[in-house]
């Protein structure tokens, strides 16, 4: 299975990106976003308060980066010429963007922003004081048809997260803690998928393991985006999972709502409702599709079951090099679609072939939650499961 991405995609994107700029009135485009430069180039780095700046022309490809950058993207294939400011604020980040593109023989520019975003304290010029900007979002929206070769990432990410989940269903047990359970699975299974790929794991993370494998239990489990809590497991927890890996910058999604020991009545109930919410919309998925349908078919059933009031979210978003991204299943994604408010269009409201899904409807009373996740491709003639860890009941009780 493929660990890496070909060098044809970043070839790919950057003709993509210069044939959209061949239809505009401007000499180049620019972007500022971490996530938007290793899209087109494969160089990842973190955004802090230091801005990284790519300007890309029909000749060229050209990046200002801070000084402890430039060992790092100056072997980059795609980057013709690296510019480096010291610092930030001394370095004048944007003056020193400004003078590479006007080197490049730009004047006018198409902008993912008008300036560095603002975090960790970051405040600085903006990119219209030195050149004639206009905005565009084409990287967001480029990303969400994967390529072949992307959901072949995403699928050998899937294949490591489901070795970390099992690796917590194994390990998890009346007394341990639910941190010390997480971070067994998740050193056990890093460490296997390290000593598998060898050489052909592409290093994208710092200073942990390439797979993520976590709980959290009892009463945490009722918030949809609950804490770990500090209290060993016991018997009648429910817990919900959470398990993924870093292949090549990509990332899959698996969940599970699981018990340690047998399940009561009532949570095998809500447990069946939840399950039976996930195979609604897995069912409904497919290239076509409306998005908005899917969440629809959800909601209705949970009408039909007397239930929504137990609803916290929609059934779930598309994810790739980022763990949450659009298009998101959710009743309302068509009315944003059309939207004055949004770039989209009524195009966009409909399901494509490499659409890379989580399904996760979830059920939280007051006390537990109840949600499974998994991640499901779109492709030509229907759908593809990408994680595979057992879904029913009998494959989520921990003994």
């Given at each position: 299975?493929?660990t890496?991405l070909?060098?044809?995609?970043?070839?790919?994107?950057?003709?993509?990106?210069?044939?959209?700029?061949?239809?505009?009135?401007?000499?180049?485009?620019?972007?500022?976003?971490?996530?938007?430069?290793?899209?087109?180039?494969?160089?990842?780095?973190?955004?802090?308060?230091?801005?990284?700046?790519?300007?890309?022309?029909?000749?060229?490809?050209e990046?200002?980066?801070?000084?402890?950058e430039?060992e790092?993207?100056?072997?980059?294939?795609?980057?013709?010429?690296?510019?480096?400011?010291?610092?930030?604020?001394?370095?004048?980040?944007?003056?020193?963007a400004?003078?590479?593109?006007?080197?490049?023989?730009?004047?006018?520019?198409?902008?993912?922003?008008?300036g560095?975003?603002?975090?960790?304290?970051?405040?600085?010029?903006?990119?219209?004081?030195?050149?004639?900007?206009e905005?565009?979002?084409?990287?967001?929206?480029?990303?969400?048809?994967?390529?072949?070769?992307?959901?072949?990432?995403?699928?050998?990410?899937?294949?490591?997260?489901?070795?970390?989940?099992?690796?917590l269903?194994?390990?998890?047990?009346?007394?341990?803690?639910?941190?010390?359970?997480?971070?067994?699975?998740?050193?056990?299974a890093?460490?296997?998928?390290?000593?598998?790929l060898?050489?052909?794991?592409?290093?994208?993370?710092?200073?942990?393991?390439?797979?993520?494998?976590?709980?959290?239990?009892?009463?945490?489990?009722?918030?949809?985006?609950?804490?770990?809590?500090?209290?060993?497991?016991?018997?009648?927890?429910?817990?919900?999972t959470?398990?993924?890996?870093?292949?090549?910058?990509?990332?899959?999604?698996?969940?599970?709502?699981?018990?340690?020991?047998?399940?009561?009545?009532?949570?095998?109930?809500?447990?069946?409702?939840?399950?039976?919410?996930?195979?609604?919309?897995?069912?409904?998925?497919?290239?076509?599709?409306?998005?908005?349908?899917?969440?629809?078919?959800?909601?209705?059933y949970f009408?039909?079951?007397?239930?929504?009031n137990?609803?916290?979210?929609?059934?779930?978003?598309?994810?790739?090099?980022g763990?949450?991204?659009?298009?998101?299943?959710?009743?309302?994604?068509?009315?944003?679609?059309?939207?004055?408010?949004?770039?989209?269009t009524?195009?966009?409201?409909?399901?494509?072939?490499?659409?890379?899904?989580?399904?996760?409807?979830?059920?939280?009373?007051?006390?537990?939650g109840?949600?499974?996740?998994?991640?499901?491709?779109?492709?030509e003639?229907?759908?593809?499961?990408?994680?595979?860890?057992?879904?029913?009941?009998?494959?989520?009780?921990?003994?």
């Amino acid at each position: 299975m493929p660990t890496k991405l070909p060098e044809s995609e970043f070839e790919d994107r950057l003709g993509e990106v210069r044939d959209r700029l061949g239809g505009k009135d401007a000499d180049a485009a620019v972007f500022f976003d971490a996530s938007s430069i290793e899209y087109l180039t494969g160089f990842g780095h973190i955004q802090t308060e230091r801005p990284v700046v790519l300007g890309v022309t029909e000749e060229g490809v050209e990046i200002t980066v801070p000084r402890l950058e430039v060992e790092r993207v100056e072997p980059n294939p795609w980057i013709g010429a690296v510019h480096h400011y010291f610092d930030y604020p001394g370095g004048r980040p944007i003056e020193v963007a400004a003078e590479m593109l006007t080197g490049m023989g730009v004047e006018s520019v198409l902008a993912d922003a008008d300036g560095a975003p603002g975090v960790m304290g970051y405040e600085g010029s903006a990119l219209s004081e030195f050149l004639e900007v206009e905005t565009q979002s084409w990287i967001p929206r480029m990303r969400w048809a994967k390529s072949e070769s992307e959901v072949d990432l995403i699928r050998e990410s899937a294949k490591w997260a489901n070795l970390g989940h099992r690796y917590l269903a194994e390990y998890a047990e009346v007394g341990a803690h639910p941190a010390t359970v997480s971070q067994r699975a998740s050193t056990d299974a890093s460490r296997a998928m390290l000593d598998t790929l060898g050489k052909r794991f592409e290093e994208r993370v710092r200073g942990s393991g390439p797979v993520h494998a976590g709980f959290i239990s009892a009463h945490e489990t009722a918030l949809p985006h609950g804490h770990t809590p500090n209290q060993p497991l016991r018997e009648g927890d429910v817990l919900v999972t959470g398990a993924s890996s870093n292949v090549d910058g990509y990332r899959s999604e698996l969940e599970r709502t699981m018990f340690v020991g047998e399940p009561s009545d009532e949570q095998v109930h809500y447990f069946e409702l939840m399950l039976e919410a996930q195979t609604i919309a897995i069912e409904a998925l497919g290239p076509g599709v409306p998005i908005a349908d899917v969440d629809h078919a959800v909601w209705e059933y949970f009408e039909e079951q007397g239930v929504t009031n137990l609803a916290q979210h929609h059934v779930g978003h598309n994810i790739g090099m980022g763990g949450h991204e659009p298009p998101y299943i959710d009743r309302g994604w068509a009315e944003h679609c059309e939207s004055e408010d949004t770039s989209y269009t009524a195009e966009d409201a409909v399901m494509e072939p490499g659409h890379v899904y989580t399904i996760e409807p979830g059920l939280y009373t007051e006390t537990e939650g109840y949600r499974h996740s998994d991640t499901i491709a779109v492709t030509e003639d229907g759908v593809e499961w990408l994680t595979y860890f057992p879904r029913e009941l009998e494959g989520n009780v921990i003994r």
